[in-house]
């Protein structure tokens, strides 16, 4: 799978930032030219682009009252099989530089796929796995992997950056 992306924060409005992070770590993102989003994070956010602009979306569903899989991912062979088309499943581009899975990080070298999902208000965005290639299991130890070209792993010496200042 993918447990965090990161991407440049000069390629997000800082209206969509505000929708999601404080002013401090927005001035941290803007000064590192850098986003760290990881799944695990309560305000998870993908960058999503839409109708040629990019907007930030939460991250999957963990809340157990909104009547939507409470997952971040969506398996291909799922969406392709019709498991999603209750939720009218919109197919959309995730633009982030490189993903993050079991303390290795990788390069995106165009991204990645989600699909964006309503019920009510509320808007979700759901990464897009399949089966992972041998050398994404192998350097990552997941069976599964987002879509797109993937390079560059590197196993993490540090700790991830909190999202709390």
Not at 25 to 39: A, C, G, Q
């Amino acid at each position: 799978m993918c447990g965090g992306v990161g991407y440049k924060a000069k390629n997000i409005p800082e209206a969509e930032l505000r929708k999601y992070y404080s002013p401090e770590l927005i001035k941290r993102f803007k000064d590192e030219n850098r986003v760290e989003s990881f799944f695990w994070h309560d305000k998870a956010a993908l960058p999503v682009k839409r109708q040629g602009k990019i907007q930030l979306m939460l991250w999957g569903n963990k809340d157990k009252s909104l009547k939507l899989p409470p997952t971040g991912w969506a398996r291909e062979e799922s969406l392709n099989s019709g498991k999603w088309d209750y939720l009218h499943p919109e197919g959309v581009d995730i633009p982030v530089d490189s993903g993050y899975e079991k303390k290795t990080w990788f390069d995106f070298n165009n991204g990645t796929k989600g699909v964006v999902v309503k019920t009510g208000d509320e808007e979700r965005v759901y990464m897009v796995t399949k089966e992972a290639s041998k050398e994404y299991e192998r350097e990552t130890g997941h069976g599964r992997e987002p879509l797109g070209e993937k390079s560059n792993y590197e196993e993490e010496s540090g700790k991830q950056k909190s999202l709390e200042l």
